[in-house]
């Protein structure tokens, strides 16, 4: 008699390797062996996640919503699944140009995951606003990301970052600057301080545009 229990562990976890190594297509078939061999809630939650999020990374993002939409209707997932979906589904359908959509996933992310997830909601929801012109409630996304998320140094940094994008937007360059400034002093990413630093010669060059302009 097959031990599925054991079976189906062996799927999950070479289904989780090929993933990591980019394998998605292959993964993808694991995944499928798993819904057919055991229909079981927890497998079903296993495999209907894995699918969502390799058909994310692939760019398929129908399917990534398709299986993100068939987790979010099942009323047995934990809230960490449940934030996994969303966030997933969010940035599918603004991939996919469908803002309104995008956000509806994103907002409720921003109160009930505390986490790394929450952090990226907001940030994700920064770029949207930019998309729409609508900077101020981009500054608010990316300040509360600052304030509310400590932990998530990464996301933070890229947040003051996009910040400083802002402020150019709204011509408020001494603001991009010193917002950036801080972060060449602050923060402890290499890659992240030499974007500010990028950043700032970009500034720079603005700046001296717009005093020649003037003479």
Do not use: C
């Not at 993808?28 to 819904?35: E, L």
């Not at 910040?163 to 991009?176: I, N, P, R």
């Amino acid at each position: 008699e097959t031990d599925f229990t054991k079976y189906m562990k062996v799927l999950y976890r070479i289904a989780e390797m090929e993933a990591f190594m980019s394998n998605y297509d292959v993964s993808n078939q694991y995944y499928y062996k798993m819904s057919s061999s055991d229909p079981s809630h927890r497998n079903i939650v296993f495999l209907k996640k894995g699918l969502m999020k390799n058909y994310f990374m692939v760019q398929q993002y129908d399917s990534a919503i398709y299986y993100g939409d068939q987790l979010l209707q099942n009323s047995r997932i934990s809230v960490l699944v449940e934030s996994e979906s969303n966030l997933i589904l969010g940035k599918s359908y603004w991939a996919l140009g469908q803002l309104e959509k995008a956000q509806a996933h994103l907002i409720p992310l921003i109160d009930t995951s505390p986490t790394e997830i929450g952090a990226e909601a907001n940030y994700l929801l920064a770029d949207i606003y930019v998309s729409q012109k609508e900077l101020d409630q981009a500054l608010e996304s990316l300040f509360s990301l600052t304030r509310n998320f400590d932990g998530q140094d990464i996301w933070q940094s890229k947040a003051y970052l996009k910040m400083a994008d802002v402020y150019v937007m709204m011509d408020e360059l001494f603001q991009a600057k010193a917002t950036l400034e801080s972060i060449v002093e602050n923060s402890e990413s290499v890659e992240i301080v030499q974007q500010a630093k990028e950043k700032l010669v970009e500034i720079d060059a603005i700046s001296k545009r717009e005093e020649s302009d003037e003479q």
